[in-house]
C-alpha cells in the first residue's frame, strides 16, 4: 500500500470528479491521501474531502505564497486543528521565489505556525523554495523539532536535508523526481534513509513521468515510490511499506 502524504484535492481540478480520483487511488493501491491547506478561505473545502472519505485527511495552515490573507493566529490554527481529521498544521514555510521585497510576513507567519504546531502536539508540513537558510533557522529558533514534521516537495540539497532531519524532520519527494534533469535530487533521493522519507504527488501538479505536464493525482503517487526503487536498488515493496509506516509514525496514528 501507498500513501499520497501531500495533495490538494480539493482544487476544481481533482474536486469536480473526486469519486473517480479516489478510485483510481484504490486501482492504485494508494490507501490514504492527506489534502493538505493553503489558505483559511478554502479550509472548509479541504476538511469536507476529509469528512467525506474516510481515507482521506486533512491540514490546516496558509501557505506562504498567499500575501494577502488574514494572518491566522496561533490560537486559531490551534482551534481549527482540534477536528480529528486534521493531523498536522501547514503548509508553512517560506518561498522567496515567487514573492520579493520585505517578506518578513512570511517569517512571521512561519513562527506562527510552528508555535501553534507546539501547542496542539500536531507535526508540520514544511515548504521552503530559494529560502532554505532562512527555513532552518527559524525551525531551530522556534523548536520545530519539539513536534517534527516533513518538509514537504523536496527539492534542496542533502546538507538541508541532513540538517532538517536532524531536527526530527522527514524528507517528501514528489514527481519531481521522475523528472530527468533531478539529476541532484534523484542523489539526494539515494541518500535520505529510508527511515525519514514520504512520498507525495502534491497534485494537481507536478505529475510525474510520463504524466508531466498533465493533471496530477494521488494514483500516481506509484511512480514516485517506482523511481525511488529503481534509484536505490530496492524492492517497490520495500518502498511502499517504509513510506507508508513512515507516514502513520510521523501523523500519530499509532
Not at 50 to 64: I, L, M
Not at 80 to 85: F, N
Not at 202 to 219: C, F, H, I, Q
Amino acid at each position: 500500500m501507498f500513501v499520497d502524504s501531500h495533495c490538494h484535492i480539493n482544487l476544481p481540478e481533482l474536486a469536480d470528479r473526486a469519486d473517480e480520483v479516489l478510485a483510481n487511488m484504490q486501482k492504485n493501491q494508494v490507501g490514504h491521501a492527506l489534502c493538505v491547506s493553503v489558505n483559511l478561505p478554502e479550509w472548509p473545502q479541504v476538511l469536507a474531502m476529509a469528512e467525506r472519505f474516510p481515507n482521506v485527511y486533512a491540514s490546516v495552515g496558509v501557505h506562504p505564497d498567499y500575501e494577502n490573507e488574514i494572518e491566522p493566529s496561533a490560537e486559531k490554527l490551534v482551534e481549527l486543528s482540534q477536528h480529528h481529521k486534521v493531523i498536522a498544521i501547514g503548509e508553512t514555510g517560506l518561498d522567496y521565489f515567487r514573492l520579493k521585497g520585505d517578506l518578513e510576513w512570511q517569517r512571521a507567519r512561519f513562527r506562527t505556525h510552528i508555535q501553534a504546531a507546539i501547542q496542539c502536539d500536531k507535526p508540520l508540513i514544511i515548504h521552503t523554495r530559494e529560502a532554505a537558510a532562512d527555513t532552518l533557522r527559524i525551525m531551530g529558533e522556534e523548536r520545530a523539532g519539539d513536534v517534527g514534521g516533513v518538509m514537504h516537495c523536496f527539492t534542496e540539497s542533502w546538507e538541508v536535508a541532513e540538517a532538517a532531519m536532524a531536527m526530527g524532520f522527514y524528507i517528501s519527494f514528489s514527481g519531481i523526481v521522475t523528472f530527468k534533469n533531478a539529476i541532484a535530487l534523484k542523489e539526494v533521493a539515494i541518500k535520505v534513509p529510508m527511515d525519514r522519507m514520504l512520498i507525495e504527488t502534491d497534485s494537481p501538479y507536478l505529475a510525474p513521468v510520463p504524466y508531466r505536464g498533465k493533471t496530477n493525482e494521488p494514483a500516481y503517487v506509484k511512480l514516485v515510490a517506482e523511481e525511488i526503487a529503481r534509484l536505490r536498488n530496492i524492492s517497490l515493496e520495500e518502498v511502499a511499506a517504509a513510506t507508508t509506516r513512515n507516514f502513520f509514525k510521523l501523523f500519530k496514528f499509532a
